[in-house]
């Protein structure tokens, strides 16, 4: 048996990769470049552009840019009409703002449990949470898989609650055959680094809904609205006059980082495939070694996948997470958790949420560990990261 560089062997690789890369090559830089040079680099008209090629691309009747994902959940929460007293149900194995976004507006975030094989928020789970306070389901695409869409769609028709799509890790995902941004009554992006395309910090909303479309639109930009039809006070003096009519915030995104978007979603197909490609060949090499447990994907699901979740069995394996942590680091490859219970830290804790709400995402998050998936990833790369995890995990299993 080979030794793993933590037991005195030769690391895989001589240069560390990470779980996770930009891919922003000179055509990125071009266009980013060109909105420097011109007179609009911010509120210009490459903001519709991106806005117009996004709806267009998800297959949404409106987008609204915003400075970033969080932000987007934020203003989701406000053209909601969410506030307090209200509760919205999420799930705890996702980033911190898929929750924190409710507490913004006042409301209660209220953590469902997800299925034990595909990680997503369970609806079943859902259901048994439903108060008369409840007013909506914010569902995060886990790992980029689609969640349950027609049966969350079910549920919140029949209790009429709004449902909420973080899609931070789905861009480019489908659910049988309609793109993620089209299913839900609104649907939240990331544009992160760490995300399948980037410009940056940056986000999106995605509607199908008028409604929800012009108060997303307030939301992102101070309340304030150019629009006659929407003044109190008009006649107007002049062309000048703008009106706040609600309480909003800045989370414009500016025109450059538009371009850039514009530039990477032209290469969204490309990187899926390059993703998918890499997820089959993991897949393939971990679906029957013991002590690794893959996560499950549902059929409807066509996953553009941003992470690559290996989950330890620490039953067979005689190794804590860290130590299988530092193995892979000592190999060279430096993976990452997604995601602590969100209820786990200790804000949540002092806000009164205990340990032991969601039994199958505690569960699930004690063995897990996101390995290198991006769409610049090299089969040596690949290879190396199969060749580790191989290494280290029949090392651990007859220790
Ligand atoms: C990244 C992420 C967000 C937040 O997006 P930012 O652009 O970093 O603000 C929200 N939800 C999930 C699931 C994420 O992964």
């Known amino acids: 048996m080979e030794k793993p560089a933590v037991a005195g062997g030769k690391p895989v690789r001589e240069n560390k990769i990470y779980y996770g890369h930009q891919c922003i090559d000179e055509d990125d830089i071009k266009a980013v470049c060109d909105v420097l040079r011109s007179d609009a680099v911010t509120c210009g008209p490459k903001v519709k552009e991106l806005e117009e090629k996004l709806a267009g691309y998800v297959g ?28 919205v149900i999420t799930t705890p194995l996702t980033f911190a703002a898929s929750a924190n976004c409710v507490l913004y507006v006042g409301a209660k975030p209220v953590f469902a449990d997800v299925n034990p094989e595909t990680y997503n928020i ?4 859902i259901i048994a949470h439903i108060t008369e306070k409840t007013k909506a389901v914010i569902a995060v695409d886990y790992t980029g898989q689609c969640v349950e869409n ?27 055959g309609k793109k993620v941004g089209s299913l839900a009554d609104m649907t939240c992006f990331s544009f992160h680094p760490v995300k399948t395309i980037t410009c940056g910090e940056g986000g999106a909303v995605t509607t199908n809904n008028e409604e929800y479309y012009k108060k997303l639109v307030l939301a992102h930009s101070h309340g304030i609205t150019h629009d006659e039809d929407l003044m109190e006070d008009a006649p107007h003096e002049g062309p ?3 009106e706040q009519i609600s309480l909003g915030y800045n989370y414009r995104l500016t025109d450059f980082q538009c371009a850039l978007l514009l530039s990477q979603l032209n290469k969204l197909e490309e990187f899926k495939a390059k993703r998918k490609a890499i997820v089959d060949k993991y897949n393939e090499a971990f679906k029957d070694l013991p002590g690794i447990i893959v996560q499950k994907e549902i059929p409807e699901s066509d996953t553009c996948r941003h992470l690559y979740i290996i989950r330890l ?18 190999e060279n490859i430096q993976c990452q958790v997604h995601y602590v219970p969100t209820y786990f830290f200790p804000y949540y804790k002092h806000l009164g949420y205990k340990e032991g709400l969601c039994p199958n995402a505690e569960e699930i998050y004690k063995g897990i560990l996101s390995i290198p998936l991006y769409p610049t990833l090299s089969e040596k790369d690949t290879d190396d990261v199969i060749s580790a995890v191989k290494k280290i995990t029949e090392y651990y299993l007859n220790f």
Do not use: Q
Request: aromatic share 10%; glycine share 6%.
């Open 60 to 87: 949404a009747k409106y987008a609204v840019s915003m400075a970033n994902g969080t932000a987007a959940l934020h203003c989701a929460c406000i053209a909601a009409g969410i506030g307090v007293g209200d509760e």
């Open 122 to 125: 369970d609806p079943d789970s």
């Open 150 to 176: 027609e049966r969350i769609r079910e549920i919140c028709d029949k209790y009429h609650l709004v449902f909420i799509e973080d899609a931070a890790h789905a861009i480019g995902s489908a659910y049988k």
């Open 240 to 242: 000048w006059v703008y």
């Open 313 to 330: 069995d620490l039953n067979k394996l005689k190794c804590t997470r860290k130590e299988f942590f530092d193995a892979m680091s000592a």
